[in-house]
C-alpha cells in the first residue's frame, strides 16, 4: 500500500518511522506539512525516501493518506483524498464532532466505495462499546486526568498554571469538549461515535499538577451490562499534550488494514 502522510509533529513522526523501518507492509511514498521545515526534517531522519508534496499531489498518489495534522487540517485532507479515490485516516477524530462534516465525508466515501480509518487513540473499550451499541446503550462516560502542562493553550484551560491541586476543569457532553479542548480530548469523539453520540456522551476533565500520565476512565451501562475500562499513558517525551498509545493505534490500524486477517469488532 501506498500511503501519503499529513502533519510532520510528533504522531507522524512515529507513523512515518514504524513504516520505513519495514514494521508495516506499506510504502511511505509522500509527506506534506503546512510548516515545510518539520517536513524537510522528518524527511532527513527517515530511512525511506518519501516525497515532500503538497496535498493535492500526495492524495493523487496515494493509496491511503494519513491525517495527523490537526482538527483544521481534516475537511481539506478528507475531502482532497476521498474525491481522489484515495482513502483516509484520521488521527484527528474530534474533527467528526461537526455532524455536517461526518456526513459529508461519509456520503463521499460512500459514493466512491471507499473507507474512512478512525484509530482508537488513547483509550481501549471501543470494541466492547461498538459491540453494546448493537442493542440499547444507556450510559457513556469518559474521565480523562492530566497533568496541568498538558492542558496548557486549550480555549478551555484559562488559569490553568495557576492550579495547584486535582481539579475538575471541564464536565459536559462530547461536542462541547472537543470545541474547548480541541487537542485534549479526540478520544471522546471517537468514544461518542463507537456509541450514542457526542451529545449524550458524557465527558469530565481533570487537571492534576502532580500527574505524570495521561488517565482515561470509560464506564458504560446498558442492556449488554457493564463496562469500565482504565487506561494510564506515558505522555509523548516531544509532546505532552499526546499520548504514545495514540500514534501506536495508528500503527496498529494500519496494519489492520492490510493484514487478511482481521481481529477485533
Known amino acids: 500500500m501506498d500511503v501519503g502522510l499529513v502533519g510532520c509533529g510528533n504522531i507522524g513522526k512515529i507513523i512515518a518511522h514504524s513504516i520505513c ?28 525516501t518519501p516525497k515532500i508534496n503538497e496535498i493535492d499531489s500526495l492524495v493523487k498518489k ?14 481539506e485532507v478528507a475531502k482532497k483524498a476521498l474525491q481522489n479515490n484515495c482513502e483516509v ?31 482508537s487513540g488513547a483509550i481501549c473499550g471501543l470494541d466492547g462499546i461498538k459491540s453494546a451499541s448493537s442493542a440499547k446503550l444507556n450510559e457513556v462516560k469518559i474521565t480523562t486526568k492530566k497533568p496541568t502542562e498538558s492542558l496548557e493553550g486549550a480555549p ?21 469538549a472537543i470545541e474547548l479542548f480541541p487537542k485534549n480530548v479526540n478520544v471522546s469523539t471517537a468514544l461518542s461515535l463507537a456509541g450514542i453520540g457526542t451529545q449524550k456522551t458524557k465527558v469530565e476533565i481533570i487537571a492534576n499538577p502532580n500527574l505524570e500520565e495521561n488517565i482515561h476512565e470509560i464506564s ?5 451490562g457493564e463496562l469500565k475500562t482504565v487506561v494510564k499513558n506515558i505522555p509523548s517525551p516531544q ?14 490500524t494500519l496494519k489492520k488494514i492490510i493484514s487478511p486477517i482481521k481481529v477485533g469488532t
Open 89 to 119: 485516516m484520521l488521527m484527528s477524530v474530534g474533527a467528526l464532532a461537526d455532524e455536517n462534516l461526518k456526513k459529508e465525508i461519509e456520503k463521499l466515501a460512500r459514493k466512491n466505495d471507499l473507507n474512512i480509518y478512525l484509530p
Open 156 to 176: 478551555g484551560a484559562k488559569g490553568i498554571k495557576k492550579i495547584k491541586k486535582q481539579k475538575t476543569i471541564f464536565e459536559g457532553n462530547a461536542k462541547e
Open 62 to 75: 496515494s493509496e491511503l493518506v494519513i491525517e495527523a495534522a490537526s482538527i483544521k487540517a481534516v475537511e
Open 21 to 48: 523501518k519495514g514494521e508495516i507492509d506499506a510504502s511511505l511514498i509522500a509527506i506534506t506539512d503546512k510548516h515545510k521545515k518539520k517536513a524537510k526534517k522528518l524527511k532527513s531522519e527517515l530511512k525511506c
Open 220 to 224: 458504560a451501562k446498558g442492556e449488554f
Open 239 to 252: 509532546n505532552p499534550k499526546t499520548s504514545y498509545l495514540a500514534a501506536l493505534s495508528a500503527i496498529s
